[in-house]
Every structure is written in structure tokens, then in C-alpha cells.
């Protein structure tokens, strides 16, 4: 059985090897199947890799710390829903003092093919909600980002609609390599440095 969620922040760690890993998201059972919560989904995942789990809330995101290799990792996933996710997720940076190269913001893209990874070290929004919300509060957009391509709308379905819905019985079961593989490119930024865990992985699945 969880421990109850504290609200009350831990005392920060302050050494340079600490990371921030930010999957974006809705909260609640009726989102959590949805496109647009690719990375929860893939924070989900990770998290049970490492034998923990989400223990806290803090600045209105459920967080857990890893110890893992050389770093401490901090794993967020904003409670604020989408459109707000950057009044989670500057208190956090602010807080922690993580530096802009070391925070990470996974989401999904519907630019990209479904499955498609691309990690960058920049940019603007490309019209997601969340990632703009995060970049007007840091006030930059110069930090890292991993898309995770879900494709485009059919026909003229509303890309908002698109992202609010499920993923397909056929995406559902690529969703565990491409989970995998996420998971894969979140280490490789950490132990590796951005631009070697750029080479590795961005691309489809398999490249």
C-alpha cells in the first residue's frame, strides 16, 4: 500500500550532477491511455524499472529521487494538467537548482511519425500547450526535450481531440518498445551527455 503524498518538499540537493526529468501529462484515469500522456507514461515505466515509485508531491507534481550511476535524478510529473505544466515545473528547477542542460521535458508530438524519438537541446513549443506553459514560466526555451512521435490526426479530426484519445489497439502494442526505447534515450542523456544520446536515438524505432 503508497505512503501518503507529502506536500511538503524535501531539502534540496546541491551538488551540478542532479537531473530533472519531466514527463508531461494529464492526471486522472481518464487521461491516462490518451496520447497526450506519452510521458507519463514513459516516467511510469522507468520509475518501475528502478524498483520505486512516486512517493511525493511537491510544487503540484508527483516526485521521486533516484540515485543512479553518478547522478541524482528527480522525476516529475506535473498535476497542473497540460496548459499549465510550467507552474510545476520552474518551482521544481528553481528549488532543486538544476541547470537548464540538465532538465529533460518528454512529450508527445504529433509532427513526428508514431514511434519516432527525436531528443533535442532546444527550440520552440511547436504548439504544445505544455512545453510553451514550461518555457514562459523558465522564460527560455534553451533546455533539452525528447518528442515521442503519436503522427498526425486522420482525415479532419482536431488535433486536440487526436491527443485526448486513447491510443489504438495497434499502437498499444508498439507502445512497449517504444517505451523501451525512450527509457533507453533518458539514460543515455544522463550517463552519455545529449549529443551522444542524440546519435544514438533519435530516429523510428529500430533505425
Do not use: C
Not at 522525476?75 to 528547477?93: E, I, R
Not at 514511434?115 to 523558465?138: F, K, M, P, V
Amino acid at each position: 500500500m503508497m505512503m501518503p503524498l507529502s506536500n511538503q518538499p524535501e531539502k534540496p540537493f546541491n551538488n551540478h550532477q542532479d537531473f530533472l526529468i519531466v514527463g508531461l501529462g494529464n492526471p486522472g484515469k481518464e487521461f491516462s491511455q490518451n496520447r497526450h500522456n506519452i510521458g507519463f507514461m514513459v516516467l511510469n515505466h522507468f520509475i518501475d524499472q528502478q524498483g520505486s515509485r512516486f512517493s511525493r508531491l511537491e510544487y503540484q507534481a508527483f516526485v521521486q529521487k533516484l540515485k543512479w550511476s553518478d547522478a541524482t535524478i528527480i522525476l516529475a510529473k506535473p498535476q497542473t494538467y497540460m496548459n499549465l505544466s510550467g507552474q510545476s515545473v520552474a518551482p521544481l528547477m528553481h528549488y532543486y537548482k538544476i541547470q537548464l542542460s540538465h532538465l529533460l521535458v518528454i512529450y508527445d508530438d504529433i509532427d513526428l511519425p508514431f514511434g519516432t524519438l527525436r531528443l533535442r537541446a532546444n527550440g520552440s513549443s511547436g504548439g504544445h500547450n505544455g512545453l510553451q506553459s514550461i518555457i514562459e514560466r523558465l522564460g527560455t526555451q534553451e533546455f533539452p526535450r525528447l518528442r515521442i512521435g503519436v503522427g498526425r490526426p486522420p482525415g479532419k479530426k482536431e488535433a486536440a481531440d487526436y491527443v485526448l484519445e486513447d491510443f489504438n489497439a495497434d499502437e498499444k502494442g508498439q507502445l512497449p518498445l517504444i517505451i523501451d526505447h525512450a527509457i533507453q534515450t533518458i539514460e543515455d542523456f544522463i550517463r552519455l551527455g545529449l549529443v551522444e544520446a542524440m546519435n544514438r536515438h533519435n530516429g523510428p524505432l529500430g533505425e
